[in-house]
């Protein structure tokens, strides 16, 4: 068990506390329940997936590129641009992550 300190009053609080026993304050952290299940190492593990998603589509990008594909080749068109909404929006969710691991740690 750990001790925290509190914002309002600096009293030496429970880590495990939802508020300070002297003060009453509301610590922000307890109140908002999907932040108390990511943890760091969730976090990091959804960047590494973002990262692997987003290097993945650039790949498959690159590959149908390097192949030449022909206005008359939808399939390989598609797929291209496929890969390239998939690079757009796993840099936007690394991106995220990343904020949101910046905002954790201060
Ligand atoms: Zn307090």
Do not use: H
């Amino acid at each position: 068990m750990a001790l925290i300190s509190c914002p309002e009053c600096s009293e030496q609080v429970s880590d495990t506390s939802e508020n300070c026993i002297k003060c009453g304050f509301v610590f922000p952290r307890k109140s908002n329940p999907v932040e108390i299940t990511l943890n760091n190492s969730e976090l990091k593990s959804q960047y590494t997936k973002g990262i692997i998603a987003m290097v993945a589509s650039a790949l498959v990008a690159i590959l149908v590129l390097g192949s030449n594909p022909r206005d008359e080749n939808v399939l390989a068109l598609g797929l291209f641009f496929i890969s390239v909404i998939g690079f757009v929006v796993s840099t936007a969710y690394s991106i995220w992550v990343k904020f949101k691991m910046w905002q954790r740690n201060g």
